[in-house]
């Protein structure tokens, strides 16, 4: 199944979803290449990419909720906090080369997480930045 940041994943606010749309298109790169049997050779630098990736948008979130006062930033910023050291321990045990199935699966996992959260605290963000 690929991913699209379809209305339901839109935040409404430029920046986020041009993010979004960058971690969605490595995740897609991903299942291409699972497709053509290259799975297990892309999923460390899958991991690695977007492990440093969310380390960067997370920062733009947050830089955008204390500028217009979100209220929901402590818990947001948690959330972002605990995201970035479990997929971090996800992509660490996956190995250079010949990752397994259950490396593919931890991190699928990590992008399931990361998914229902663009759908539904990402999208709570960008209704409160286009109210103010």
């Known amino acids: 199944m690929r991913y699209e940041l379809t209305k339901e994943l839109e935040t409404g ?3 986020i979803d041009k993010e979004h749309r960058e971690l969605l298109k490595a995740v897609n790169d991903l299942l291409d290449a699972c497709g053509k049997g290259e799975g297990r050779s892309s999923v460390q630098k899958t991991g690695a990419f977007l492990s440093n990736y969310v380390k960067t948008h997370f920062a733009h979130e947050e830089q ?3 500028k217009n006062g979100y209220p929901g930033y402590t818990s ?16 660490e045990k996956i190995p250079l080369s010949d990752a397994s199935i259950s490396d593919l699966a931890a991190l699928n996992n990590q992008i399931g997480v990361l998914v229902a959260h663009i759908k539904f605290e990402d999208k709570k963000l960008g209704q409160f930045l286009q109210k103010n």
């Open 13 to 15: 606010n430029a920046l």
């Open 76 to 91: 947001h910023k948690a959330f972002h906090e605990k995201y970035k050291k479990d997929l971090n321990d996800v992509v």
């Open 64 to 66: 955008l909720q204390v």
